[in-house]
């Protein structure tokens, strides 16, 4: 069965600072990966997502990130946090099958003044 | 255009009633969901059509029924509300089913059972 876990379900950053949201993911099958943004009181908006193609994977809002199948990790990065950044973030897998997506159980983000 | 629209956005209803969320996608979609997710965040998937067809029911009681009277559509009816039935209720929707297809979110209904 697939799994993914998220390292710190609370993250604090600076405005400014590196962003980092750790996801490390449990296949036995070549997975898809994909990285959700949820804002307060809103549905999830896709940020990114890997389908095998390029490793390095960027998305909106300059989000990007690194599948490393020898870490089985898919950890999402921001170069410079911005208020707006502030938001609840959710890795989640699945594979070609019929399979459920699966979710992790959310990073919240909060970014300082 | 709302892409995924949900109706109502909140309700708020007593123990023991029978409540109905409906769903509509505008993008030409094959596949939806429903999704509930808890006070903590965990967001997990009760079912997925395909074309109107039925393809995943977690294990979600028999008081939870979906119903999609085409592709553009799917409803979810609930029986016997219970407290432990509060929660958002998310639908969405894919192009197709499983792989690569990214899932379009709706606003969500936030279901308040009293």
């Known amino acids: 069965a697939q799994s993914v876990t998220q390292l710190g379900s609370h993250v604090s950053v600076s405005e400014g600072a590196l962003v980092l949201l750790r996801c490390n993911y449990s296949?036995?099958?070549?997975?898809?990966l994909f990285w959700y943004v949820q804002y307060p009181n809103q549905g999830l908006q896709l940020l990114l997502k890997?389908?095998?193609?390029?490793?390095l994977v960027k998305g909106i809002n300059g989000f990007e990130a690194e599948f490393k199948k020898s870490e089985t990790s898919f950890h999402l990065t921001k170069p410079s946090a911005h208020m707006s950044d502030a938001a609840e973030y959710f890795c989640?897998?699945?594979?070609?099958?019929?399979?459920?997506?699966?979710f992790g159980k959310g990073t919240r983000l909060s970014v300082i003044a | 255009d709302t892409a995924v629209s949900q109706t109502p956005k909140y309700l708020v209803t007593q123990m023991g009633n029978d409540k109905s969320i409906k769903c509509e996608q505008n993008?030409?979609?094959?596949?939806m969901y429903w999704y509930k997710q808890d006070s903590k965040k965990f967001l997990k998937i009760m079912f997925s059509?395909?074309?109107?067809?039925?393809?995943i029911n977690e294990t979600v009681p028999n008081r939870f029924s979906p119903k999609s009277p085409d592709k553009a559509h799917l409803n979810l009816h609930i029986n016997s509300l219970e407290l432990g039935d509060s929660a958002v209720y998310f639908c969405?929707?894919?192009?197709?089913?499983?792989?690569?297809?990214?899932?379009?979110f709706g606003p969500g209904t936030r279901l308040t059972v009293t």
């Open positions: 969405a929707s894919s192009l197709r089913q499983g792989g690569p297809y990214e899932q379009y």
């Open positions: 296949s036995s099958v070549p997975p898809y």
């Open positions: 890997y389908t095998s193609a390029a490793t």
């Open positions: 989640a897998v699945t594979d070609s099958g019929n399979t459920p997506l699966v």
């Open positions: 993008l030409g979609h094959d596949t």
């Open positions: 059509y395909n074309n109107k067809e039925l393809i």
